[in-house]
């Protein structure tokens, strides 16, 4: 990885990290919940959101996390569906982001940034579809049913009660599930999630940003 890629790749990855988590601390915020006002996280500021081993495994496995937002689902009316909306916004904040990374880089290509010289434009071209990639990529990665992603939590909230054994395993086991997954990937070289993540990488590319 040289130096000009991680110069193009540092502002799209502290954008994505911190929009997700703010809007993680939005929704809880709108529903009743002021645990992540109250802690210094309803902010954009990324310093306030980066987890210092998460931001490093970004750079080595090309996965990563910030900080989770703090919250606290007794400020809630219903705390297991209400908990479950908190959950996605993070997910959906990444996809918004992706989308309006689509359109920029449409918007590029029909000519409307040609009055920058090539030397600037086409490193902002590269940094918009890295912006691009990286959202759906952290979108469909915190998706994945596995604690302490965003994707056990809405499982969890849309189990049935009966089925709260499961939520109760995932909980105490998933964690070393998902590292034992990135890991793997790691030593291996062949990247288990990063094959499943492939897939909706190439296709909202090709959807939002026609790449």
């Known amino acids: 990885m040289n130096l000009q890629y991680i110069i193009l ?21 709108k529903l009743g919940d002021p645990t992540a006002e109250m802690n210094g996280r309803l902010t954009m500021n990324p310093f306030s959101h980066l987890d210092p081993f998460g931001t490093i495994m970004i750079f080595l496995v090309h996965f990563g996390w910030a900080k989770p937002v703090p919250v606290n689902p007794i400020n809630f009316q219903n705390p297991k569906k209400d908990l479950t909306y908190v959950s996605i916004a993070g997910p959906l904040a990444n996809m918004f982001l992706a989308l309006l990374s689509g359109i920029l880089l449409r918007i590029i290509r029909m000519g409307m940034f040609n ?10 071209y590269n940094m918009v579809v890295l912006s ?5 990529a952290l979108a469909f990665f915190n998706l994945i049913p596995l604690p302490p992603l965003d994707g056990s ?7 049935p009660d009966e089925y709260n054994h499961i939520a109760a395993w995932l909980r105490q086991y998933g964690g070393f599930i ?16 990063g094959g499943f993540l ?14």
């Open 132 to 136: 691009l990639q990286i959202n759906v």
């Open 178 to 193: 998902l590292m034992g997954l990135i890991l793997l990937g790691y030593l291996s070289g062949i990247s288990i999630i």
């Open 9 to 29: 790749l540092v502002p799209p990855i502290l954008l994505a990290l911190s929009f997700h988590e703010y809007m993680h601390g939005w929704v809880a915020n």
């Open 198 to 211: 492939r897939p909706f990488i190439n296709f909202f590319s090709r959807l939002f940003g026609g790449i």
């Open 153 to 159: 939590k809405i499982l969890f909230g849309l189990l």
């Open 115 to 124: 009055f920058l010289p090539s030397a600037v434009l086409q490193p902002f």
